[in-house]
């Protein structure tokens, strides 16, 4: 996703009117994503390999900003309508020379093999060169922008459950539960435009290396990122798992940053190596 250069002017206007806190960079981070047409960015395209898993062999893939697990079709005759999964929200690292370091994990419907709509929600990890950490919580319908939750507490620790459901192709409900406080936040979304209707043809569980003023945040060590009740259900009221789901590897600079198994047809471990 790539903004125009009169986007500070834009974001200075948002800002205006209550724009959510690190609107410019987490916002237009996650707007500058795609690559073309696609905000998952391939590397490596066609050196696709197999890779064995607890769970049978998976596909695997590299991305340069994503890791995780996608279900990159849905069963015949049907779409993606929800995608569930819950985490425990880790502490990152910082291993870099940066000021601060980022990741984000998030459960979303497209934007793999369907690149004009995402409907997704997640949680960013910050951590500065002090080892002062920070989480944001967020909501997107891409190609929109991000925007914070409020009111939504997270820390170290805390399990956290995203549920993502659209009831048409242009309107969907997120929700977040922090299981271990009992609280909860929801947002209604509608589709940005005509051309940005979900297709629901992939559902995912990712961390994420999101982008800022047009390159990548320096990557922060986010440890283990575990999703468990991984499930998507589709339009015909079929639930669907990981089995058979695509292994994305986060690789930058001729470094694999992430180690992905599938666990089981429920469950996901993305670690950072």
């Known amino acids: 996703m790539k903004l125009s250069n009169f986007l500070p002017l834009i974001l200075s206007i948002t800002a205006t009117s209550a724009a959510p806190s690190r609107l410019q960079d987490r ?10 047409t696609q905000p998952l ?7 696709e390999f197999l890779k064995e898993s607890e769970n049978g062999t998976a596909h695997v893939e590299y991305s340069s900003n994503w ?16 995608a569930h999964g ?8 910082h291993v870099g020379t940066a000021g601060t370091e980022s990741s984000s994990a998030w459960v979303g419907i497209d934007g793999d093999t369907y690149g004009a709509a995402i409907l997704q929600a997640g949680v960013d990890f910050t951590v500065t060169s002090s080892g002062a950490v920070s989480y944001d919580s967020w909501y997107e319908w891409y190609p929109d922008y991000a925007y914070d939750f409020t009111g939504f507490s997270v820390k170290a620790g805390d399990v956290i459950q995203i549920d993502i459901v659209a009831t048409t192709t242009s309107k969907g409900t997120v929700t977040l539960t922090n299981v271990s406080t009992g609280k ?24 994420e ?8 945040v320096s990557l922060s060590n986010f440890g283990t990122v575990v999703f468990t ?18 292994v994305i590897d986060l690789k930058q600079s001729n470094t694999v940053h992430t180690d992905v198994t599938i666990n089981s047809a429920s469950q ?4 950072y190596i």
């Open 27 to 36: 916002v237009r981070a996650r707007a500058a994503r795609s690559h073309k």
């Open 41 to 47: 960015v391939k590397l490596d395209e066609g050196r």
């Open 67 to 82: 890791s995780g697990a996608v279900l990159v079709s849905p069963p015949s005759g049907t779409t993606f309508t929800n």
């Open 86 to 93: 819950r985490f425990t929200v880790p502490t990152p690292k």
């Open 184 to 207: 909860s936040v929801s947002k209604t979304l509608n589709a940005p435009s005509s051309s940005s209707k979900l297709g629901g043809q992939n559902a995912e569980w990712i961390v």
């Open 209 to 216: 290396d999101f982008e800022s003023n047009g390159s990548l």
């Open 229 to 246: 009740g991984a499930t998507a259900g589709t339009s015909s009221g079929s639930s669907v798992g990981l089995s058979g789901a695509t």
């Open 268 to 271: 996901v471990t993305i670690k």
